[in-house]
């Protein structure tokens, strides 16, 4: 049946395997898990007669027998939709691998391979006359197919038929392949396949006939002859091998009290690590310093550390198996007394209970084992590290391997501190989605509880923001997968502030403190002494990272140091290097976690002492960010801004004059970083208020909250409060106030009404004259020159800017500099001298990013845009303009998004694209009229041909439908319109 083909759509040859276990495999994934049993059926029996197209009737009747037809129907409906999810995800062509209409069902055979059709074939093709050699080649092949019996899983009677029949092959292969190898004159292989030929097919008589004839052919006669003689018993014994093999069974030595085990008592006692059923994921580097410290001569324990759920015992066995390592593996988790180690490790070693009150005997016992030993969740009997450290100094070259949720402590102690898996930023591909190993164990784990799980372009950013929420935690993901049979990643994603009563797994694995996330939490928090338990909930009052001054004056501890340290070792608490100080910080898991261990009464203490330190700090950095330190300032902010925001949402209930003050000690910081939305919310909120705040307090979050206005693009409002605070700063008489209020004032004005604006930046030039103020008055020159530049009196604004300039740079105002070589670029720009505006624009951007302004750096990107269109190059005028719009959103403001569209639209005629460029035209006049953005002189000369281009295109009655498309955009909408790589479906 064919179907309609789908626009960039794949075909994947997709590979079915059914020896040893029915799994689909496509693009080097593995799909083992199904809907139902009766999917995994209805799959396998498709895939075992690929050749056949079959009924529906047939398929109902095979899966559902002797049960109502209507309801069959609708199972069979029901499982093939489940297989289409798996086998034919989002991007796959539809019907690529299975077909199907009203009537039959069948795969589509020329993409689709099995193990079972290539058994076959190879045999076959053995068997049709090949020469001996390349015979016994296909043959070989054939076996390594066959890697268990068929389906073993299921029992229908089609599959027991053909597991019998298939089986018998494996076993005819073999002999075969053992006679082949004889007549080429080696013994020892023949000996070897006939062996196997007789495990796979223990009741065959002829197998052990065959045995003992290459035995005896070989020279052991002897042994010939008990083949037979084995074969005689299995008859006698009525096919009961079992008490043979009982009579067989060597022995085992009976241990004493001797200073050493026997080497036979060694190699038979031992335990490896517990098998794991589940894929595993991730980890590379860390497996790779474990495989090295297995090679190397260096410590002989490694521990690793981490807090629970984060994978350490999983990462301790994988990296196991994968060296080839064997291990003497013991679980801690169930001890409770220091004592129970060397008994419980005597007893898995096999040695002599004697051994257990010498370390010095038993590393002589483990030293000519060889085996590594593993000792897993230590954290909860560290008194047993005084042991462990006589045991490590009796054997030298003994290697130790540890899970602790804290260091042990020890001289000759390795940690590895393990972090939870690297979850991708959004905006990443499906691919590299896919190949993360966070996302990779959430969908992996999700398809146990509902195997037709795929993560697609429509659920992928939930599915990425919820193992982002999640931080990576492998145990919080497999807790949260658990529940995709009842939820969405999108419906798990809202219960986040629900974390612990959703982070449950009512599955009940073997450990329960792994049932659930809080009790995986609570197992740490038990192992800690009654003070440290406080000072662990205390610190979950902090948000995204603290200091150590922040922890002195928060919980008002004098010395923080010693307490600090212990709960980093116990894994609760990070620690990192950031700009130059040390910083703690805990994942939020744990630090929700820890919140719950706070009292109401402690927690309102400690979020009005944690309000009042930011408040502070924010007052303390406020006059820096408006100089010379501004540098140092910014980054250190920047690591405060989820403690700032905890403040102010405290505030906004608690304590609004709290709030308003920091909200005016940040407009500074927000004013440089561009986190104008965030700021004006805040400034916005406060002033809105009905409680009466002291005039110099009301005064600044007006100017505050205008200033943030203005970068928003909000005019109108920016007005209305700086008008009002100018009223205020001219009742109290301040100059240097003033003078503060009217640039900024002036500012909005340029956007609003020319000549007021003028008149706001002379008069602050007289107050900066008057009061001999070089810094006022560079900024005074900016302003006048902005205005200059909006009216189109570019020489003018050239020179304003340029005495701007020279003072900015002597007085070394580093916020000003890349403001005004950005300003004096776009100057030439409207000029239209582009030359001269490219390398001044460069050294802005320069300059801008060395001082960490992040909202002249998209300015100055867009100026660069402008520059390379006006000198015809495209390519570079497009690549800025993205750049220039990747600033923007994260400015999150739209009124500079005109500036980003006007360049587009500009783009788009030169290349001849016009209903684009109408559309994006149309979408650019309707963002200035809503932000009440008059055009001014100098954007009138901007726009000079474009808007009569436009026009010209309009009046044919060709373009009208795209420019309504356009003029009904919001900002985002025309900014995602652009980006879009086709828009032909909007036209």
């Not at 299975?98 to 076959?120: A, K, M, P, Q, Y």
């Not at 066959?146 to 599959?159: R, S």
Request: aromatic letters at 8%.
């Amino acid at each position: 049946m064919s179907s309609v083909p789908v626009l960039g759509a794949t075909y994947l040859a997709i590979r079915i395997t059914m020896f040893g276990g029915l799994a689909v495999h496509r693009n080097g994934t593995a799909i083992t898990r199904f809907r139902t049993r009766k999917t995994a059926e209805l799959l396998a029996f498709l895939a075992y007669f690929p050749r056949t197209v079959h009924t529906r009737e047939e398929l109902v009747e095979l899966l559902w027998p002797g049960g109502d037809e209507a309801l069959g129907r609708q199972n069979l409906s029901t499982s093939l939709s489940s297989l289409r999810r798996q086998l034919e995800p989002p991007g796959v062509e539809p019907e690529s691998v299975i077909v199907s209409d009203r009537c039959s069902v069948s795969l589509r055979n020329e993409d689709l391979t099995t193990d079972v059709r290539e058994f076959g074939a190879l045999l076959g093709r053995a068997r049709r006359g090949s020469d001996g050699v390349e015979a016994a080649a296909l043959i070989e092949q054939a076996l390594e197919l066959y890697e268990g019996p068929l389906l073993p899983e299921m029992h229908d009677d089609w599959v027991l038929f053909e597991r019998e029949r298939l089986h018998e092959e494996y076993g005819l292969a073999l002999a075969q392949l053992s006679e082949r190898r004889r007549t080429s004159g080696d013994l020892g292989g023949a000996i070897s396949l006939m062996r196997k030929a007789l495990h796979a097919e223990p009741l065959v008589e002829e197998h052990y006939r065959n045995l003992s004839a290459l035995l005896d052919e070989s020279g052991n006669s002897e042994a010939a002859k008990q083949v037979l003689d084995d074969w005689e018993e299995l008859l006698n014994n009525e096919f009961q091998p079992k008490a043979r093999a009982r009579r067989l069974a060597p022995e085992r030595p009976q241990p004493n009290a001797s200073s050493e085990p026997s080497p036979a008592l060694l190699t038979a006692a031992g335990s490896e690590m517990p098998a794991n059923f589940h894929k595993f994921f991730g980890r590379r580097s860390e497996m790779d310093q474990i495989a090295l410290w297995l090679r190397s001569e260096a410590e002989p324990l490694l521990t690793l550390t981490g807090p629970g759920g984060i994978g350490k015992s999983r990462l301790a066995s994988e990296a196991i198996r994968a060296a080839r390592a064997t291990c003497y593996y013991i679980p801690l988790a169930d001890l409770r007394e220091q004592s129970q180690i060397p008994v419980e490790l005597t007893r898995t070693v096999g040695a002599p209970p004697a051994f257990a009150n010498s370390p010095e005997m038993l590393a002589a016992a483990l030293k000519k084992s060889g085996r590594v030993v593993v000792f897993d969740n230590f954290e909860h009997i560290l008194e047993g590290v005084n042991w462990l450290e006589r045991l490590i100094a009796s054997a030298p070259g003994l290697k130790i391997l540890a899970t602790s949720r804290q260091r042990l402590g020890l001289n000759a102690e390795k940690d590895m501190p393990l972090s939870p898996l690297a979850v991708p930023k959004a905006g990443e591909s499906l691919e590299d989605l896919a190949a993360s190993p966070a996302i990779a164990l959430f969908v992996d784990r999700a398809q146990g509880s509902r195997p037709d799980f795929q993560i697609t372009a429509s659920n992928s950013e939930s599915v990425r923001a919820l193992c982002d929420g999640l931080e990576g935690i492998p145990l919080a993901l497999e807790l949260a997968a658990a529940r995709s049979q009842v939820l969405t990643p999108g419906q798990m994603l809202a219960q986040m502030s629900e974390r612990f009563s959703f982070l449950v797994n009512r599955r009940r694995p073997a450990a329960e403190r792994h049932r659930m996330m809080a009790a995986a939490l609570q197992w740490s928090f038990d192992l800690l002494r009654d003070d440290l338990k406080r000072s662990f909930a205390e610190l979950s009052i902090f948000r995204g990272g603290w200091t150590l001054e922040a922890t002195s004056a928060v919980l008002g501890e004098a010395h923080p140091e010693d307490f600090l340290d212990e709960l980093v070792s116990a894994s609760l608490v990070r620690v990192d290097d950031a700009a130059g100080e040390i910083r703690f910080s805990m994942l939020e898991t744990i630090r929700a976690f820890g919140s719950t261990k706070l009292s109401t009464e402690d927690s309102a203490r400690l979020l009005d002492r944690h309000a009042e330190h930011y408040l502070t700090l924010a007052e303390r950095a406020a006059p820096g960010l408006m100089g010379p330190e501004q540098a140092d300032w910014l980054p250190r902010l920047s690591l405060e801004q989820e403690n700032f925001r905890a403040a102010l949402e405290f505030a906004s209930e608690s304590a609004p004059e709290l709030g308003m003050r920091l909200s005016v000690a940040l407009a500074p910081y927000w004013d440089v970083r561009a986190s104008s939305s965030e700021s004006r919310k805040w400034l916005s909120e406060f002033l809105g208020k009905d409680d009466p705040f002291a005039t110099p307090l009301r005064m600044a979050a007006l100017f505050g909250g205008g200033a943030l206005c203005v970068l928003g693009g909000e005019f109108a409002r920016a007005k209305e409060y700086l008008t009002e605070c100018l009223a205020f700063a001219r009742e109290l008489g301040d100059p240097a106030y003033i003078a503060n209020v009217l640039e900024a004032l002036g500012t909005a004005l340029t956007y609003l009404y020319l000549p007021e604006a003028t008149s706001c930046f002379d008069e602050g030039l007289e107050i900066a004259e008057q009061l001999r103020d070089p810094v006022l008055k560079a900024r005074m020159l900016f302003g006048r020159g902005i205005a200059c530049l909006s009216n189109a009196d570019f020489q003018e604004a050239h020179s304003r800017l340029e005495s701007a300039l020279d003072l900015a740079q002597t007085m070394g105002l580093a916020p000003l500099v890349p403001r005004t070589l950005s300003a004096l670029g776009v100057n030439y720009n409207y000029w239209h001298r582009p030359e001269r505006a490219e390398p001044i624009l460069v050294e802005a951007s320069r300059v801008a990013k060395e001082a960490g302004d992040f909202l002249m750096i998209p300015i100055c990107d867009w100026g660069l845009a402008m520059s390379a269109l006006q000198l015809g190059d495209i390519e570079k005028a497009r690549r800025f303009n993205r750049e220039h719009l990747k600033g923007l959103l994260e400015w999150g403001s739209g009124w500079g998004a005109q500036h980003y569209l006007e360049c587009e639209c500009r783009i788009e005629l030169t290349l001849g694209d016009h209903p684009r460029a109408v559309t994006l035209f149309a979408a650019m006049m309707a963002l200035r009229e809503r932000s009440q953005m008059p055009f001014t002189e100098a954007l009138r000369i901007l726009y000079e041909g474009l808007d009569v281009k436009i026009e010209e295109l309009r009046a044919t009655g060709q373009f009208e439908e795209a420019w309504q498309l356009g003029y009904a955009m919001s900002w985002e909408q025309a900014v995602a319109f652009a980006t879009m790589p086709d828009k032909t479906g909007f036209f």
